[in-house]
């Protein structure tokens, strides 16, 4: 059987398009996913485990299964028989543990026959070819959903010497933390829970929100005016909720703010830093853009797609408009869908794209 | 959920269908009626929703429904329809459970796309949403054209006036009593003076009374035997005997429960009482009564809340003979002491007697001297009774 659609890349991202594809009816022996891990959480793993994220930020849906329900506090409340999880979610309270999240995550991949589809191969050209998409030049394929994820760690110049927060590492006695987001507040916990005195270096006060975006962005009702907007505006838009942010609570404020009572916590700005300190801990996010990811920059200048600043224009279904018509569909999933859905480099923007390439390759069935 | 205006319709239009199945099973009108009136009050409250809240929590669902349980309630006593008030509040509690796992579970689990649409449920829900207005549209046209007539009283009918046929009786006075022997007839604003009984309703249920006004009878001034009633907003006054009760429930546990609700009945021998029924007395006066206020009793299963007994002789509220009963969030003003030495009249407030079980709790008592008290092998419990 001839492959109607691929999948390029093997995360998160990824395995929720295959297992949306799946659900939609396409047989695993249509579709290939071309990525670098058989396992796909194996790198997002690894920075949870390097930060000791204990807890999801997202909720009861941020699961990798098609459907949203059941969600994780369902089958958590099913495993356990306490309804607490199922009060909390009612209350936007539930956040999954890490283990859990990893561990639905298995069996859905599992189930899917992701195994059956995944060839271990990094690739590294797509072209558009008549009917379809040439992968490093091998035979069309015309349906592929491009998931390569974020396209590298982001380390300021200023710290040579730093080890990123997603990187392993232990903690030292005095830490510098550079950065105001998720990875860096879970980085002043862990440091002060470690012993450390801690010093927070930021550009700006960190923003408090519950998810990465706001809510209304998740849906129809948003995301119709986000569309809308002209693109200096929409960019504007992307540039604002780029911004770091976690999550506001007492288990966030409390630690801080007991160590700062005690001189162990304080804040300074990049011109501050003191010279004692020991250690520097990058809490800096990823890279941006479609600029640092080799394959999507070739792909827009073999094409000469349309971008604007640092994201490529998408349609609001994810996929490329240049490179997308009756017979054949380009679509971009993860981070580098923010054109079409700003909150694309989490879990529900991996399934808005994926839900999209469904639609379309279903159409051509 | 971030639903959009057309979501939230085409959610609460399909979420309506395990309430509309329901009601159809049941084979009732009001029941079709009421789903209905819910659909209507929720499509027009979504529009302030869908203004007032760009995101809806889960939990929102609660505060809401509460919300439109009152609207709904509200629209019903309007409109008239005639539902029993337990069943109508368990089918409101149907459609609104079955409306939340609907939108959060039904949905969800067959539309991958159903969050991020804002709540708009596709091609399938389209249907079903179709399916549900043609069933309702259906329903209600078929219970317009065989619905009983109603028959306008004008000036003053000469009775007995004996009803064997369902159907309205509005307004009016008809004088010498009104006997109902027909299921589904209602009595609205319907003033009724002297006969034995000034309505007795016999071997019916679904019969309701709704604003009535009865004086002058010699027995009582409404009774139901054997009978399902529903007895709203009524005013029974200056019986024409010192024997005369107020309204009498007898005979009727093999029928629907029976309600009084919001009546004022005064100087009549007893206020309510019921014998071997199931009966929900709420929100009433009773006043100035020569003997008991409420009477629940032989055997009967029933409820006294939110009554007020003003001047009872004897005993405000009795449950008695074997009846189990839920007294509660009553207030007994003036219980006067009975002549007779009995110590069990001696102005009792709430009282049970004889192998009776009553719990009481959140009652107001004042100036009855006898308070609240078990004789004769009964039981007053301050909490609920063992299931």
């Not at chain 1, 998740?218 to 119709?224: N, P, V, Y």
Request: hydrophobic residues 45%.
């Amino acid at each position: 059987m001839s492959r109607r659609c691929a999948v390029v890349g093997s995360g998160l991202a990824a395995l929720a398009a295959y297992t949306t594809l799946r659900r939609g009816g396409v047989a695993a022996e249509e579709i290939v996913v071309l990525g670098t891990h058989e396992d796909p959480t194996a790198v997002w793993r690894e920075r949870a485990a390097a930060i000791r994220q204990q807890k999801m930020r997202s909720e009861s849906d941020g699961h990798l299964a098609a459907a949203s329900f059941p969600g994780l506090s369902v089958r958590e409340a099913w495993r356990t028989g306490s309804p607490a999880p199922l009060v909390a979610s009612l209350a936007n309270r539930y956040h999954p543990s890490v283990a859990e999240f990893l561990a639905h995550a298995e069996k859905v991949r599992v189930r899917s026959g992701w195994k059956t589809s995944f060839r271990q191969r990094r690739v590294e050209r797509v072209r558009a070819v008549d009917g379809g998409f040439e992968l490093d030049g091998e035979e069309a394929v015309p349906h592929v959903l491009i998931a390569t994820g974020h396209p590298g760690l982001a380390r300021p110049a200023e710290y040579p010497d730093a080890v990123h927060a997603y990187e392993p590492h232990e903690y030292g006695a005095r830490i510098v933390v550079v950065g105001a987001g998720m990875a860096a507040a879970t980085e002043w916990r862990n440091a002060l829970a470690a012993g450390a005195e801690v010093t927070s270096i930021r550009r700006r006060p960190p923003l408090r929100r519950p998810l990465n975006a706001p809510r209304p962005f998740f849906s129809k009702r948003g995301l119709a005016g986000f569309h809308r907007t002209a693109p200096v505006r929409r960019a504007g838009v992307l540039r604002d909720l780029s911004a770091p942010s976690y999550p506001p609570g007492r288990e966030w404020d409390e630690p801080v703010e007991s160590a700062m009572e005690a001189g162990r916590f304080r804040v300074a700005s990049p011109a501050q830093r003191s010279g004692r300190d020991t250690q520097v801990i990058c809490a800096t996010g990823f890279l941006r853009g479609f600029r640092n990811d080799p394959l999507l920059a070739d792909l827009v200048d073999a094409h000469d797609l349309e971008t604007h600043e640092e994201w490529i224009v998408l349609a609001p279904d994810s996929t490329v408009p240049a490179l997308t018509d009756e017979r054949r569909t380009l679509a971009l999933a993860g981070v580098a869908g923010q054109w079409a859905f700003p909150a694309a480099d989490t879990i529900a923007g991996a399934k808005y794209a994926a839900r999209a390439f469904l639609r379309r390759t279903c159409r051509t069935r | 959920m971030s639903y959009t205006l057309r979501g939230r319709i085409e959610t609460r239009v399909v979420g309506i269908l395990p309430a509309l199945l329901v009601a159809i099973a049941v084979h009732r009108w009001w029941a079709i009626e009421l789903v209905a009136l819910m659909l209507a009050v929720g499509a027009v409250l979504d529009l302030g929703y869908h203004r007032a809240l760009s995101y809806q929590p889960g939990w929102f669902a609660v505060p809401l429904g509460a919300l439109e349980l009152g609207v709904v309630y509200g629209a019903m006593r309007w409109i008239g329809i005639a539902a029993p008030l337990v069943d109508a509040l368990a089918l409101y509690a149907v459609g609104w459970a079955g409306a939340f796992v609907v939108a959060n579970a039904v949905l969800p689990s067959r539309r991958l796309e159903y969050a991020e649409s804002g709540g708009e449920v596709g091609r399938i829900g389209v249907l079903t949403g179709v399916a549900v207005l043609v069933a309702l549209v259906g329903g209600l046209g078929a219970d317009y054209a065989v619905r009983p007539p109603t028959i306008h009283l004008h000036g003053t009918v000469q009775g007995p006036l004996v009803i064997r046929h369902a159907g309205t009786y509005v307004g009016g006075v008809v004088k010498g009593g009104v006997a109902i022997r027909s299921d589904h007839v209602t009595l609205r604003r319907v003033t009724v003076v002297g006969g034995e009984y000034g309505i007795d309703v016999e071997h019916a249920e679904h019969v309701m009374l709704d604003r009535v006004r009865v004086i002058d009878t010699t027995l009582a001034g409404i009774r139901a035997y054997d009978a399902g009633v529903m007895i709203d907003d009524c005013t029974i006054s200056e019986p024409a005997g010192p024997l005369v009760s107020g309204i009498l429930v007898t005979y009727s546990m093999g029928r629907p429960m029976s309600m009084i609700s919001g009546c004022t009945i005064s100087g009549t021998r007893e206020g309510i009482a019921t014998h071997s029924s199931e009966v929900d007395v709420m929100g009433n006066h009773v006043l100035g009564t020569t003997e008991r206020g409420i009477l629940l009793g032989e055997m009967s299963m029933d409820m006294a809340s939110h009554n007020e007994v003003v001047g009872a002789k004897g005993i405000g509220i009795i449950c008695m003979d074997h009846s189990m009963c839920e007294i509660s969030h009553n207030t007994v003003i003036g219980a006067r002491v009975d002549g007779n030495q009995n110590p069990s009249r001696q102005g009792v407030a709430i009282e049970a007697y004889f192998y009776a079980e009553a719990q009481v709790h959140h009652n107001t008592v004042v100036a009855s001297p006898g308070g609240v008290q078990a004789f004769d092998n009964s039981l007053i419990t301050r909490s609920k009774l063992p299931q």
